[in-house]
């Protein structure tokens, strides 16, 4: 089992941008992959990005798919969500979390098998 602190959170203007960082410790980290969820006060966790193990392989909801991109570093046992253009619905509690079966229902917070504590974005208009 891995665990996992992200961090980078904070305010930023529409527009903006802001780079979040998951940090694992766990020396299987590796053989991971790895998922970016959201989640707004009252409204469920969302789905935003998924790499695979060795960083190979992404995905996007469409909701950010063009303005989000993630990325890992294993031998920093890092990954990382680049997010610009940044706007007022991007506020939210952001979270990565670990996936060692390498589930193909990505979207799904329920396949995930570790969780951090989460970061606060807020996007100012």
């Known amino acids: 089992q891995v665990q996992l602190v992200e961090s980078g959170g904070g305010l930023v203007q529409t527009g903006g941008s802001l780079r979040l960082s998951c940090a694992a410790s766990g020396r299987l980290f590796s053989s991971y992959a790895v998922g970016w969820f959201r989640q707004a006060p009252g409204k469920e966790r969302e789905f935003l990005a998924h790499v695979n193990w060795s960083g190979g392989r992404t995905s996007y909801a469409d909701s950010v798919k063009g303005r989000f991109t993630i990325s890992r570093d294993n031998d920093k046992n890092m990954v990382y969500l680049q997010m610009n253009s940044l706007k007022p619905e991007d506020t939210a509690v952001y979270y990565c979390?670990?996936?060692?079966?390498?589930?193909?229902?990505?979207?799904?917070?329920?396949?995930?098998?570790?969780w951090g504590q989460g970061t606060q974005v807020a996007v100012s208009s």
């Open positions: 979390a670990a996936d060692k079966t390498w589930t193909m229902a990505i979207e799904d917070h329920s396949k995930y098998d570790c």
